[in-house]
């Protein structure tokens, strides 16, 4: 079993920055990706960025180039940094580890999350 506290969420406006933080703890051997994920409100939870043991990194499509995923190993830690925020980014994130590298086969356990408002 691994748990992960979501931490940093909050309203900004359209353009804004944002940064999410992740602490694991638990049975951290078992995670490939450290990985955020976010559910918007009527819609599917999507996978966000997710970054493997050895630093790979996967993005989805809409935040490549506007947000950065780091992971630290050494602490069981992974941030999440949003910079250009738009509306549609408005979702609540979860942080899970994964099974696989690209971050895409989540634990099946999921913590509260924290709310993001891109709104002005």
């Known amino acids: 079993q691994v748990q992960f506290v979501e931490s940093g969420g909050g309203l900004v406006q359209p353009g804004g920055s944002l940064s999410l933080s992740c602490a694991a703890s638990?049975?951290?051997?078992?995670?490939?990706?450290m990985s955020w994920y976010r559910q918007a409100p009527g819609k599917q939870r999507e996978l966000v960025a997710a970054?493997?043991?050895?630093?790979?990194?996967n993005y989805a499509d809409s935040v490549k180039g506007r947000f950065t995923i780091s992971r630290d190993n050494a602490k069981n830690t992974v941030a999440l940094r949003m910079n250009s925020l738009k509306p549609e980014d408005t979702a609540v994130y979860y942080c899970?580890?994964?099974?696989?590298?690209?971050?895409?086969?989540?634990?099946?356990?999921w913590g509260l999350g924290t709310q993001v408002t891109v709104s002005s």
């Open positions: 970054e493997s043991r050895g630093g790979t990194t």
């Open positions: 899970n580890g994964a099974r696989d590298v690209d971050g895409t086969w989540p634990f099946d356990s």
């Open positions: 638990g049975r951290i051997f078992s995670i490939a990706a």
